[in-house]
Structures are given as C-alpha cells and as structure tokens.
C-alpha cells in the first residue's frame, strides 16, 4: 500500500474552479467504481487544497491518472496555483475511520 499527500494553493479567483474539476473526478470516480484506490481532498480555507491517494498496486500504480476528469483538473493545473502542487509520501501514525486498515 502506498500513500501520498499532495498540497497546493490555488488562486483566490481559481479555487471555485479547481473544487468543481475535483467534484468531477469524485463523480467519475463513484460511476467507474475503480479498485486499488482510496482519494480524499480538502479544501482549506485559504485555498489549499490537500489531497490524500492511498493506492493498494505494488508498483504503486493508480487509476487516476486514466479518467477523463482527472486528465481535465490536472490540465491546467499549474496555471491555478498560487502555490505549485507538492507531493510527499505518506506513513499513517493514526486512523479513525477514514483510510483502509492494513
């Protein structure tokens, strides 16, 4: 299993924007119903968003990348930001209820 944080801030005039092409990969994600991944992004108040991508492939391979909505947010994506997107790896140190249990 592997897990990934990515953080960015977005534009004040683009955050609506962005949270709607986020809304769109949830939706596709809930029609395809891939296996493999667990997706979960907030929305700070200031425009940050933070999205945690928990893949169970060994490689560490993920769906996402083959929808269509998350191929139209990461369009563009660079341009939204007032802070470019940062990805780290990710150790859980704890859970309640909102990532898969080993």
């Not at 979960?40 to 391979?61: K, Y």
């Not at 660079?78 to 909102?98: F, H, T």
């Amino acid at each position: 299993m592997k897990r990934n944080v990515i953080r960015y801030r977005t534009k004040a005039d683009m955050a609506d924007k962005n949270a709607e092409l986020v809304e769109a990969v949830f939706a596709e994600l809930k029609a395809a119903h891939p296996e493999g991944v667990r997706y979960l992004t907030l929305r700070l108040e200031d425009n940050t968003f933070i999205h945690i991508v928990e893949t169970t492939a060994d490689d560490g391979s993920s769906p996402l990348p083959k929808l269509a909505a998350f191929q139209a947010f990461q369009s563009g994506l660079r341009d939204r930001c007032a802070e470019p997107p940062v990805r780290n790896g990710a150790i859980v140190v704890g859970n309640y209820r909102v990532l898969a249990e080993p």
